[in-house]
């Protein structure tokens, strides 16, 4: 099956009720997106389809053909939203950062605490209490 | 995971007409949308269900659109665009208030509203909305297209008058007259299966719908009648509590749900002045 | 080429980049789930479904072919999972003690057909014991005492009475249990999210009865652990070592999140009763407590949780005559176990709502009656510590109060729907006594071509161990932060540094470190590590535990010098009650946390905020719903954590009261944070009237609460007793059946409209 995965366009053959997260971490070999409940509650699965958030732990993998797809693997490592999470402490254990950032870039420019709380709502996070992560994400 | 899917099938059906042949030919089928229910079922291994046609591709259910004084919105809508749609908001707020309370960004992204109507959990968010507002649950099959009203639409705990050939293919709600209320309280501020869900509307006879306190969602019959015959609210309250029987469950008590259902009534009313 | 003659700047106390960072925020880094082996099985674990009984059958009703199965009997040393008592089986013989309890193993190449195969196991069911108050069996019990009680109660003017509950807490790390064996060389490799790969080492060796080189524990990146994986894994990687033997072939276990929250250790729930006689003036005169705790099917850490409960149980405050008696009961239900804080969060939950229904009852400001009763330096604690000047319980207490306003906004919420409420804690650092004496934990240093190597088994698991191991390191060194690097905690590479639990990673082994990096100077004579060795090749040196003398403890009276140093901290918490739905809101957290020393203030400020949320969740909102002794909601639909829109602004301030042995002062952080907020939350809820007693004041808890202001204690006749007049339970005006009178003040402040935070 045909789709965008991380800009280049790829081919690749699974069930297609497989689960999108298992597809990208066993069949892409991309394993930066995590698995952390399985019933779309923490996030930790996060990847954009066109551009979207979603859990990559309830998307069946008929549903993205012909769409892009983009992992944490697929910014490359110094992206500005990165570099902050570095920076302020946004991340602990990591468990839950890639898709915490993954959730952060559909937060738009300059985003206000508010808009940073009510976007993260679905990315839970044990370590943190969220302040850094909140730091992190306003800095970028 | 615990899901085992090498035994499942999927049609993909690209348009309406492909899916209702499917599912009239090719059945029984279950239809599948954003998953966000589904797939919960499956990574937990309770997914009977091992055929399936996914709606996802079908775009024409996505429309939200107004005909008349009827907002028709399609199975497809997810929360995301319901949130986002003018015609919603202006027209059906109260339904933008259940969609943002389910869960988060990424369920917004994905669930939709055909999905938590046809999933028929008790505590399904958009319910009481649908079920205050008087809507109509529009389905479809290859030769027909009935309508039934969100209130008759479950015959009991998770199951509907659904044939199985049919597909619901939008909620149509005619306009509502009065001010539009919703409350949902869940187990923490977000991200949460409601302990109970109400909607209403304040017209001259008032409509309230609660989840979360029955097998399916329930409007108060009783408890409108007695504020549309002028009692006051304490009253009303009283006659409200008598009207449910909420249970114990793991997550929270009947008493809890009758007392918190009682004070919500009042604070609609209180708000709705 | 010489040293060269400018040093770097101190990383110590600087907020220098974490040095797993990039590889984190890239999705880089590897945990147990991200790895696999050639020709690697996934496993399976087959549970009881019962909480107590017998097996009578067990039927494997599928084609066994592909299938590795293993049971008890595949055990060639001990069917015991080696920790302080050797009661807990790696897998069921017959007996049945707890839901969930591991009874057979199974492994498939395909996940899919692992999960088809069906284990069919009759039992004999018997009545599970599910009250930890009537269990016969005792774990253990102890006694602490000072002065003479009934002198203290004698001395009073007033006795006042308490009963506080807590209940389980699951860790929910977001990375689930998981452990891969790996067969080779006659030998076995465990890898997996480990915090202690010694006790997996050890565990390991007495389950094959191997020696010590046959078996090797590597940590993998480790998505959180908060207790929850120090002695776990013990049990998952010996179900992993035995089927991999059996399969000759590697083998993945990791758990489903429901699998985990069911079948994993938990948070003790504690029953805490005080007594406690005071003067009028509020000067406490004697403390009486009782602590039972619910320690599950097996003995795990219940011990040690007990006995940590026990020493923080009469709270930072000063008082001639305490009696501490505490037990731990066995249930059949999942043995609960370690979980940040220990057993301190229970006691000191307890003391510090006692403390405010003491202030209630007085009629004394809950601030004053801290201030009059709280440790100064030269006090002594309840075992006959005497505290030095690091105690910092009246500084941090002020600044609190202070910072928060907390004077002035307990006025202004008189009478509406909003509280304040605080809380005065402490917390020791390191193991109890003698314990890090017998740990004799080693660290060592070694060289590389990038500079200097960190060989310790503590483990990274979000807190910053690397980092701030390396800043100690470098600094003692006089090298810069990024030519120090930690390597992968391996039981083959490293000392055993001891666990990493009870607060000890900075204060206990970076000290450890400190004295390695002093020696590993010397033997530099000069040279740059680098320059060292392309000189010379590499260098290990390896450093041991140094207790501080004159430290004593007895562990059979539980006198002594239970701790080498304490943290101390003062919460305040504002929330915000709904009246329709009696959720309580926390609108902020104030903490003031004296830490020693912040080595990393990002990373020390990182642990005290996150601390604080898993606080918030344990006060108000993580509640274990157990029917026939197993967790029915197991699933984080059910058991909710704190999201975004759960955690008000947390406000820090660190303090930095030295202490006299760890490095740069330091005295451990990783612990004390949790300890506060959830008294914190419940003394501000009191402060609105309602009388919350028990954590998680979930709303249901919060509507049938009774009112504060009731009648309790006696006239000051000792002996008099507790009476309580239960009056209204709460309800709002418009909306009470039973027709009582409900809380008469109306709120000042706006109805809660908004859920959101600024």
């Known amino acids: 099956m045909i789709f965008s995965l991380n800009s280049s366009t790829v081919d690749i053959d699974a069930h297609p009720m497989k689960r999108l997260l298992d597809v990208l971490r066993e069949e892409c070999g991309l394993t930066g997106t995590k698995e952390g409940c399985g019933e779309g509650e923490c996030g930790a699965c996060t990847v954009l389809i066109d551009d979207a958030p979603v859990c990559a732990c309830l998307v069946p993998f008929a549903h993205v053909r012909g769409a892009s797809v983009t992992t944490i693997e697929g910014l490359g490592g110094d992206h500005p939203l990165q570099r902050a999470f570095v920076e302020e402490g946004g991340a602990q254990c990591g468990i839950c950062t890639p898709g915490m950032i993954m959730t952060a870039l559909s937060l738009g420019e300059k985003p206000t605490l508010r808009k940073v709380r009510e976007g993260l709502v679905g990315n839970l996070c044990r370590c943190t209490g969220y302040e850094a992560i909140y730091r992190a994400v306003r800095k970028a | 995971m615990k899901g085992i899917i090498a035994a499942l099938d999927l049609h993909e059906p690209s348009s309406l007409d492909e899916a209702l042949r499917a599912m009239r030919d090719d059945g029984p089928l279950t239809p599948l949308a954003g998953c966000t229910d589904l797939y919960v079922a499956l990574n937990f291994g309770t997914l009977e269900p091992r055929r399936f046609i996914s709606l996802w591709s079908v775009d024409e259910l996505r429309t939200i659109e107004k005909s008349d004084h009827v907002l028709r919105i399609g199975a497809l809508a997810t929360y995301a665009s319901i949130i986002q749609s003018k015609l919603v908001r202006k027209r059906l707020p109260m339904l933008v208030s259940a969609a943002k309370e389910i869960g988060g960004v990424q369920i917004h992204n994905r669930g939709t509203i055909g999905g938590n109507v046809a999933n028929g959990s008790p505590a399904g968010d958009t319910l009481p909305v649908l079920a205050a507002a008087d809507a109509v649950v529009v389905m479809r099959s290859v030769d027909s297209e009935r309508r039934v009203p969100l209130t008759q639409f479950y015959s009991g705990y998770r199951s509907n008058v659904l044939r199985v050939d049919e597909l619901i293919v939008a909620l149509e709600v005619p306009a509502v007259h009065g001010k539009q209320w919703f409350r949902k309280v869940g187990t923490r501020a977000a991200q949460a299966i409601s302990k109970i869900v109400m909607a209403a509307v304040r017209s001259p006879r008032p409509s309230i719908a609660l989840g979360s306190v029955a097998p399916t969602v329930i409007r108060l019959p009783m408890t409108e009648g007695a504020l549309e015959e002028g009692a006051p609210i304490e009253e009303a309250q009283r006659i409200l509590m008598d009207e449910i029987s909420p249970i114990d469950d793991m997550r929270s008590t009947q008493e809890y749900r009758r007392r918190v259902a009682a004070n919500l009534l009042g604070r609609f009313w209180a708000e709705t002045e | ?758």
């Open chain 3, 1 to 758: 080429m010489h040293a060269s003659k400018t040093t770097p700047a101190p990383a110590v106390g600087r907020s220098v980049p974490r040095k797993d960072g990039a590889e984190k925020v890239a999705g880089a880094a590897k945990y147990v789930d991200d790895l696999v082996f050639p020709g690697m099985l996934h496993g399976r674990t087959i549970r009881s479904t019962i909480p107590r009984g017998r097996i009578t059958a067990t039927r494997l009703d599928f084609d066994q072919r592909g299938y590795t199965i293993a049971d008890y009997r595949d055990i060639p040393g001990r069917n015991v999972v080696a920790l302080i008592e050797d009661d807990q089986p790696f897998l069921v013989e017959r007996e049945i003690r707890h839901t969930a309890e591991p009874i057979l193993l199974l492994a498939h190449e395909s996940r899919d057909e692992l999960l088809r195969a069906r284990v069919e196991i009759e039992y004999q069911r018997e009545d599970p014991l599910l009250d930890p108050e009537r269990s016969p069996t005792s774990f253990k019990s102890l006694g602490i005492d000072k002065g003479a009680i009934d002198d203290g109660l004698a001395a009073a003017d007033l006795i006042i009475e308490g009963e506080y509950r807590t209940g389980h807490q699951e860790h929910i790390y977001i990375e689930t249990n998981g452990v891969i064996a790996v067969p080779q060389d006659g030998g076995i490799t465990l890898l997996g999210s480990i915090q202690c790969p010694f006790y997996v080492h050890k565990a390991i060796k007495s389950l094959l009865g191997w020696s010590d080189d046959r078996i090797r524990v590597v940590q993998t990146e480790t998505g959180g652990g908060f207790g929850g994986k120090e002695e776990y894994p013990n049990l998952i990687a010996g179900h992993a070592a035995l089927l991999a033997l059996k399969a000759n072939r590697p083998v993945k276990i990791v758990y489903d999140r429901g699998e985990d929250m069911i079948a994993t250790t938990k948070r003790h729930p504690a029953i805490v009763r005080h007594r406690t006689g005071v003067k009028r003036d509020g000067r406490l005169t004697a403390m009486d407590i009782d602590i039972v705790m619910d320690a599950g099917a097996y003995v795990t850490l219940s011990p040690v949780v007990l006995s940590r409960g026990a020493i923080h149980a009469a709270g930072p405050y000063r008082c001639d005559h305490v009696r501490v008696r505490g037990r731990a009961m066995m249930t059949n239900t999942p043995p609960n176990g370690a979980f940040r804080g220990f057993g301190a969060p229970q006691t000191q939950f307890a003391i510090e709502v006692h403390m405010q229904r003491i202030a209630e009852t007085l009629d004394i400001d809950p601030v004053k009656l801290r201030e009059i009763n709280a440790f100064r330096p030269g006090d002594t604690t309840s075992t006959g510590q005497v505290l030095g000047d690091d105690c910092s319980a009246l500084d941090v207490l002020r600044r609190a109060v202070r910072r928060s306003g907390f004077r002035t906004k307990h006025r202004r919420y008189a009478g509406t729907n909003r509280g304040i409420g605080l809380a005065l804690f402490y917390h020791g650092s390191g193991f109890t006594g003698g314990g890090e004496a017998r740990l004799a934990s080693k660290a060592s240093l070694g060289l590389c071509e990038r500079g200097v190597q960190i060989l310790v088994a503590s483990t990274e698991i979000g807190q910053g161990t690397r980092t701030m191991h390396a800043q100690i390191v470098a600094d003692a060194l006089g090298v810069p932060f990024e030519q120090v690097e930690a390597v992968q905690p391996d039981t083959a590479n490293v000392p055993d540094s001891g666990p990493t639990v009870a607060s000890r990673t900075c204060m206990v082994v970076g000290r450890i470190l400190q004295q390695c990096a002093e020696e590993m100077k010397t033997r530099l004579n000069g040279m740059t590590p680098i320059e060292y060795f392309a000189a010379h090749g590499p260098l290990i040196v390896t450093s041991e535990y140094e207790g501080p003398s004159g430290i004593k403890w007895d562990d059979n009276t539980y006198r002594g010098d239970a701790y080498s140093t304490y943290a101390w901290a003062c919460d305040v918490a504002e929330v915000e009650l709904n009246p329709d739905t009696f959720e309580i809101r926390p609108l902020k957290l104030t903490c003031v946390q004296d830490i020693g020393k912040a080595i990393h203030p990002v990373l020390a400020a990182g642990q005290i905020e996150g601390g604080t949320a898993q606080g918030i969740g344990y006060a108000l909102i993580e509640q274990v719903v157990m029917r026939d002794g197993g967790m029915v909601n197991s699933q984080l639909t059910n058991y909710t954590i704190p999201t975004t829109l759960d955690t008000p602004p947390i406000d820090v301030e660190i303090v930095e009261n030295p202490s006299r042995y760890g490095p740069h002062g330091a005295k451990g952080v990783g612990e004390l944070p949790i300890d506060g907020p959830a008294p914190a939350i419940v003394n501000a809820i009191r402060s609105m009237g309602i009388d919350v007693r028990e954590i998680p004041a979930v709303p249901e808890v919060v509507m049938n609460a009774g009112n504060t202001h009731q009648i309790s204690g006696g006239n000051g006749l000792a002996g008099s007793g507790r009476r309580e007049a239960r009056t209204s339970t709460r309800g709002n005006a418009a909306g009470d059946p039973h027709g009582h009178a409900s809380r008469p003040s109306a709120p000042r402040l706006p109805p809660p409209t908004s859920r959101d935070y600024p």
